[in-house]
């Protein structure tokens, strides 16, 4: 396999529109051309399309991607459906297609890009947990209300048992 690259316009957390053909385009308010490769991995596409929108600030994102895969021809009109790009085979193909088609249709890609929030069990469950305990927190402040204030009481003084 040669080495292929090719300018991809690259839109960023846009949405899909589809004509009465069921023809698929692409609208942002952002997007970017970008160079990609076909030996790029579908990891460092993903990270290459962030760094191109989002800059580096400590959080974690996540990257869906697609594109506008060229589906029919008539003489006047060229109809796209919209594919994922999941794994590295995908990327190899997209931009073998982009590089055989390049003449006539330009490679679009779409990237949503979202804040990571992580979801796994644990979390969940210390989510919970500490929803747990601040409830318990306050019916504990209330308990320690009540056993702190001072308490002025007579204590009767028995007699002793004569045996």
């Known amino acids: 396999m040669c080495f292929q690259t090719i300018i991809a316009l690259v839109h960023y ?57 060229p589906a029919k021809t008539n003489e006047l009109k060229i109809s796209y459906r919209t594919v994922m790009i999941e794994d590295d085979d995908d990327v190899k193909f997209v931009i073998g297609y982009a590089k055989k088609y390049e003449p006539h249709v330009q490679l679009e890609v779409m990237a949503f890009i979202r804040e990571y929030i992580e979801t796994s069990t644990d979390v969940i469950w210390d989510h919970l947990e500490k929803q747990l305990s601040d409830s318990l927190n306050i019916d504990q402040k209330r308990v320690l209300l009540y056993q702190t204030k001072p308490v002025h009481q007579c204590i009767p003084v028995l007699p002793a048992r004569n045996s």
Do not use: H, P, W
């Open 13 to 69: 957390n846009g949405r899909v529109v589809n004509d009465e053909l069921l023809s698929s385009r692409f609208v942002s308010e952002v997007s970017r051309y970008l160079e990609v490769n076909n030996f790029m991995e579908v990891k460092a596409l993903k990270q290459t399309i962030l760094n191109l929108f989002i800059a580096s600030n400590g959080k974690s994102y996540t990257v869906d991607l697609c594109y506008r895969c």
